[in-house]
């Protein structure tokens, strides 16, 4: 045959037989207690870009305050305690950080949202109990898109709403249901480098994405234990580099991973305390470059984290290729 177009079919045969990135423990940080660096029931996790490396914030939900670390978990910081002052939480869920200004906390049992400096200074708050617009029943995630925009999942109201960054209300979605663009509990929420939405519908076990104003585009998973599908999911992060969406399939133990459409890429992690095993994890994030996870392991009271692998290749001989052909 032409040597070309045997090159050409080789080089596509090799191509399809590239594996997708997997992700492989790298290290871990925490323990039960209420010291520096120690956690009960770590909830989320945030990274923050820091020059040229980034910094974790860990939602320490058992002892209502944000602790803060290096990339490899080092202790830099925390705040907060026990109330419904400015500064104070009852049950933090969840944190997202907006790109170098504001870290943004869902104070579930006080209905609000409050939000910081990246070293933990006050800086506002809004919410109160209630249904209507800007009011909470319970909110248990929160998100900050590229351009600033905070969505909360408003979980006990089975909706969505929007914020500016300080707090004002643009909109909300979503209502009691198992349809298209209604929720069942809903935790998690994420926004893509593009403005779009992914919602953990937790009790539905399947995620739902939205335009940015929360037009439906399209959903995936049933419960279940096969790759896809999922067991009460409840963190989501999306990789600003490849446009993956992460989730934490917390009643399955351990992460997946997506193609911003749904289409499975892979997963790590099965229930246990040993190394990339998890015990319940509610939190997952990702660097800016997408080359780490980190994941918070909740009933193991720590964050562990996990590094890309270079995309490996099955082995195919050339010569067998070429004796297809031949």
Not at 281 to 301: E, F, I, K, M, Q
């Amino acid at each position: 045959m032409n040597r070309y177009v045997f090159l050409i079919i080789a080089a596509f045969v090799l191509g399809a037989t590239a594996l997708a990135a997997g992700y492989k423990y790298k290290g871990s940080f925490g323990s039960y207690g209420t010291g520096d660096g120690r956690f009960s029931f770590p909830s989320d996790v945030a990274v923050a870009r820091n020059g040229e490396g980034h910094y974790v914030y860990v939602v320490d939900n058992g002892n209502q305050r944000i602790q803060y670390f290096t990339s490899a978990g080092s202790f830099l910081g925390k705040w907060g305690s026990w109330g419904s002052e400015n500064g104070k939480f009852k049950y933090p869920m969840s944190v997202a950080v907006w790109p170098g200004d504001y870290v943004y906390v869902a104070d579930k049992s006080n209905h609000r949202i409050q939000y910081f400096t990246t070293a933990g200074s006050f800086l506002g708050k809004w919410g109160s109990r209630g249904s209507g617009n800007g009011q909470f029943y319970n909110p248990c995630g929160v998100s900050a898109g590229p351009k600033g925009d905070v969505y909360v999942t408003d979980t006990s109201n089975d909706r969505v709403q929007h914020f500016t960054a300080n707090g004002s209300f643009l909109g909300k979605w979503g209502d009691s249901g198992g349809g298209e663009g209604q929720f069942r509990d809903p935790r998690g929420v994420a926004v893509a480098l593009g403005g779009d939405v992914y919602v953990a519908d937790t009790a539905n076990s399947r995620f739902q994405f939205f335009t940015p104003l929360g037009s439906f585009l399209g959903e995936w998973g049933t419960r279940g234990p096969k790759e896809g599908q999922f067991d009460l999911p409840t963190g989501v992060a999306c990789s600003p580099d490849k446009w993956n969406v992460f989730v934490a399939d917390t009643g399955n133990h351990r992460v997946q991973y997506f193609k911003a459409s749904g289409s499975i890429l892979g997963s790590f992690g099965s229930r246990g305390s040993g190394h990339g095993e998890f015990g319940g994890p509610l939190g997952v994030a990702v660097s800016v470059t997408g080359a780490r996870v980190y994941v918070a392991d909740t009933g193991n009271h720590r964050i562990q984290y996990f590094d890309r692998d270079v995309p490996a290749v099955v082995p195919t001989s050339l010569g067998r290729i070429k004796a297809l052909f031949e």
